[in-house]
């Protein structure tokens, strides 16, 4: 069960959306959600509070997306290497014709590498911007984080060689 919390203790101290009130419509304001109260709950658990979704504030996120990919694109050399070596791998296993599942199994890893490295750079980039100076502590964090991705490429290398090699066998045979 889903406590509720009056409408003046939304989160952030900002002012409810439209149309969410605690007592008129039975509605609580909760991280830009309405939740409904407990006996309304059965028919819709969770609705979008009114006016809480436009196509602009849609848009502004899909254009902050994309530029923070065209950020990654230009400053992190491995991330540029790694969508090169996605891009290969994903015509490698168009031609060899993968099952689906294990055509959704290496794009998942493949997913899971990238979203390593985005979580690196971001790691380093705060890392960078809290101090210029050599830190041991530091280093060591960014080695930890950079391990973290070799290991998640090794293990998915693995992965993809149990699926692909037998294919790859079969083609010389």
Not at 140 to 146: L, S
Request: with cysteine.
């Amino acid at each position: 069960m889903v406590e509720q919390l009056p409408v003046k203790e939304t989160v952030g101290g900002s002012s409810p959306p439209p149309g969410a009130t605690s007592e008129g419509n039975n509605k609580v304001c909760l991280l830009g959600y309405c939740l409904l109260s407990l006996e309304s709950r059965s028919k819709s658990p969770l609705l979008l509070c009114p006016n809480e979704m436009s196509w602009r504030r849609f848009k502004n996120s899909l254009v902050h997306a994309l530029r923070g990919i065209r950020e990654l694109l230009s400053s992190q050399q491995n991330f540029r290497l790694e969508i090169l070596l996605a891009i290969i791998a994903s015509l490698i296993i168009y031609f060899l014709r993968i099952p689906a599942v294990e055509r959704a199994v290496l794009f998942t890893l493949m997913l899971f590498i990238l979203s390593a490295e985005v979580i690196n750079s971001i790691f380093e980039t705060t890392l960078d911007s809290i101090s210029k100076s050599f830190s041991p502590h530091f280093r060591k964090a960014k080695d930890m984080m950079a391990g973290f991705t070799l290991l998640l490429i090794v293990g998915s290398l693995i992965v993809a060689t149990v699926i692909l090699y037998p294919r790859f066998i079969s083609l010389f045979q």
